[in-house]
């Protein structure tokens, strides 16, 4: 089979696409702050509790308003104005980081603040996944989107190095000024998305309990489209140690704040160059069985990362648990994108939120309980076996899935 046409465009390309430019580069700033405050709120609520269990509770916390406002969300998405709903999430993620800053500045964070600031940002990310998600295949043309997936990909991978590392050094500083420097990306991305337009068209449909639940039962009767999304839902569930970073940071690597803000940053740094990789080479052939072997590779390193007490050695296993789960993403997220009708996207894209929101904030909140049980290492190396585990049954469950040559 011969390359889509988008093999043939070059990267500069994208630059004719101002709308999908004003997208990245707001999803750049939104993701940097996002990451900061992340970290910043999870090396305090370390430090307030000592708790592995309370760790694991932001990530549950979080996760709550996925399960209550996801399939609203993407009706919303596929109904209005989707970079205007991605505004208002943002605007959201604002207000929380005008909060959080406030707090630290006058000395009155605490776990309940903390797990509440954790609802709202679960709240906005919610709105914000599907409305995102949805945008792209409108900014670009179709044979672009593969490239467009990657570059976004990219993007965010530049957000999740850049934020963490930074947000590590200036909270060893202040740990005000993370919040403050958080709030000015964020006010610079809401700039930027306000400014996206598109071809909006209102959809016709009402909404109904049955137009909400539209995107579930699309994806349920199309099981390579399942088999997709859920793969990410188990593996990344059972797989998952960004809640147990700051345990590493501080009780076994002992690298402190700054080192917290590193080792979160390392996935990214792996995944941003398989983004680029994949901009410039897109994979067009076998894509079910580099899906799964990707999720695989994936486990692997957490098994790697697990037994590890050498920093360089935990860098290492992490950023390259980063470059797989990057193709993993990129092939999932166009394989969803181009296998969904336009007026669908949107609940399609919040059955796909569920699934990503189940696999980071459960599977934060996985890591924090089995920790507390196992200790970190006992959790981090039962998950890689549990990641392993999934990619064998999954190729049983989908043989279609695992057969799929091509997106199209």
Not at 232 to 249: C, N, Q, T
Request: proline residues 4%.
């Amino acid at each position: 089979m011969t390359a889509p046409a988008a093999s043939r465009e070059s990267i500069s390309d994208f630059f004719a696409y101002r709308h999908f430019i004003r997208l990245w580069v707001s999803r750049i700033f939104g993701g940097a702050a996002g990451q900061m405050v992340m970290v910043a709120t999870a090396w305090q609520m370390y430090d307030l509790t000592g708790s592995a269990w309370d760790l694991g509770l932001v990530g549950l916390y979080q996760f709550a308003p996925v399960v209550l406002l996801t399939f609203f969300a993407g009706h919303v998405a596929d109904r209005y104005h989707r970079a205007r709903v991605s505004a208002f999430a943002t605007a959201l993620q604002l207000i929380n980081a005008v909060v959080l800053l406030a707090a630290t500045y006058k000395g009155f964070v605490s776990r309940e603040l903390l797990l509440g600031v954790s609802v709202m940002l679960g709240a906005a990310r919610t709105f914000q996944m599907p409305a995102n998600q949805s945008l792209v295949p409108s900014l670009v043309p179709p044979a672009m989107l593969p490239r467009a997936m990657a570059l976004s990909s990219a993007g965010f991978q530049v957000a999740v190095i850049g934020g963490p590392a930074l947000a590590g050094l200036v909270f060893a500083v202040s740990p005000v000024s993370v919040y403050a420097v958080a709030l000015l990306c964020l006010l610079v991305s809401l700039v930027l998305v306000s400014q996206v337009q598109y071809d909006h068209r209102t959809a016709g449909h009402s909404m109904t309990l049955d137009s909400m639940f539209a995107g579930l039962r699309f994806v349920w009767t199309r099981k390579q489209l399942l088999g997709a999304v859920s793969l990410d839902l188990m593996a990344v569930l059972f797989g998952g140690a960004v809640a147990l970073l700051p345990i590493y940071a501080k009780d076994i690597l002992q690298v402190g704040p700054a080192g917290l803000g590193v080792l979160r940053s390392a996935p990214a740094v792996g995944a941003l160059c398989m983004s680029v990789l994949l901009a410039h080479f897109p994979i067009t052939r076998r894509i079910g069985r580099t899906l799964l072997l990707s999720v695989a590779a994936y486990g692997v390193c957490m098994l790697a990362f697990g037994i590890s007490t050498n920093f360089y050695l935990s860098l290492a296993a992490l950023a390259i648990s980063g470059s797989f789960d990057t193709v993993s993403v990129v092939v999932r997220q166009t394989l969803v994108q181009l296998d969904t009708p336009d007026d669908m996207r949107g609940r399609v894209g919040a059955v796909n939120s569920v699934f990503i929101g189940a696999s980071n904030q459960l599977g934060e909140f996985e890591s924090g309980a089995t920790a507390a049980l196992l200790g970190p290492v006992g959790s981090v190396l039962l998950g890689g076996c549990g990641t392993l585990a999934v990619v064998a049954l999954w190729w049983k469950l989908f043989p279609a899935l695992a057969r799929r040559d091509s997106f199209r």
